[in-house]
T-cell receptor, first 112, second 114 residues
Framework: LAKTTQPISMDSYEGQEVNITCSHN???????ITWYQQFPSQGPRFIIQ???TKVTNEVASLFIPADRKSSTLSLPRVSLSDTAVYYC?????????????FGQGTELSVKP | NAGVTQTPKFQVLKTGQSMTLQCAQD?????MYWYRQDPGMGLRLIYY???????DKGEVPNGYNVSRLNKREFSLRLESAAPSQTSVYFC?????????????FGDGTRLSIL
């Protein structure tokens, strides 16, 4: 299972775009990149998943360069309610399902 | 609301007591998981069940047992609780191993062992 490295914490202000980068140098061919969000006293919630290039949904965008050794979660125009911990996970979701490693995550603090 | 339901939400035990944490899902998930989360840390997988009738160890299985009672229910048992097992426990479900469906989590059981 690929190990990931992401910043421990980040600060931002309302209305700004936030980019959280995750490093995964030993990503394997069958691995996907998945991001989860966790609010205090709640379980993690799926945000976005991708394999290569760019993926966008109503919540975020995920940018993955050609070598796939890193990925960037982009949150457009954050609000106070985006304050949470964000986890980057890398793994073979097709063959390993839930056997994914949650690291320490990035604690995002959005200020007014 | 549909989703993953964990009971109880809070529990305090004495060292040596036994306890079963319950998890039920109504999302037709084939796979289910149990994690623990300690303060300031990510989630660590305790056990998982790829499908009804099967269970496998995760990263930190020692001191725990699980039962996949049916497709909907997956329970976690502490036979002899220890203070080191004080944690927040999360249950999750997802589609069949072999799909890329994300996991859906419950809101956790906060367990304190004195």
């Amino acid at each position: 299972l690929a190990k990931t490295t992401q910043p421990i914490s980040m600060d931002s202000y309302e209305g700004q775009e936030v980019n959280i980068t995750c490093s995964h140098n030993n990503i394997a061919t069958n691995d996907y990149i998945t991001w989860y969000q966790q609010f205090p006293s709640q379980g993690p919630r799926f945000i976005i998943q991708g394999y290569k290039t760019k993926v966008t949904n109503e919540v975020a965008s995920l940018f993955i360069p050609a070598d796939r050794k890193s990925s960037t979660l982009s949150l457009p125009r954050v609000s106070l309610s985006d304050t949470a911990v964000y986890y980057c996970l890398v793994g073979d979701v097709y063959n390993q399902g839930g056997k994914l490693i949650f690291g320490q995550g990035t604690e995002l603090s959005v200020k007014p | 609301n549909a989703g993953v339901t964990q009971t109880p939400k809070f529990q305090v035990l004495k060292t040596g007591q036994s306890m079963t944490l319950q998890c039920a899902q109504d999302m037709n998930h084939n796979s289910m998981y149990w994690y623990r989360q300690d303060p300031g840390m990510g989630l660590r997988l305790i056990y998982y069940s790829a499908s009804e009738g099967t269970t496998d160890k995760g990263e930190v299985p020692n001191g725990y047992n699980v039962s996949r009672l049916n497709k909907r229910e997956f329970s976690l048992r502490l036979e002899s609780a220890a203070p080191s097992q004080t944690s927040v426990y999360f249950c999750a479900g997802s589609g069949t191993v072999g799909s890329n469906q994300p996991q859906h989590f419950g809101d956790g059981t906060r367990l304190s062992i004195l």
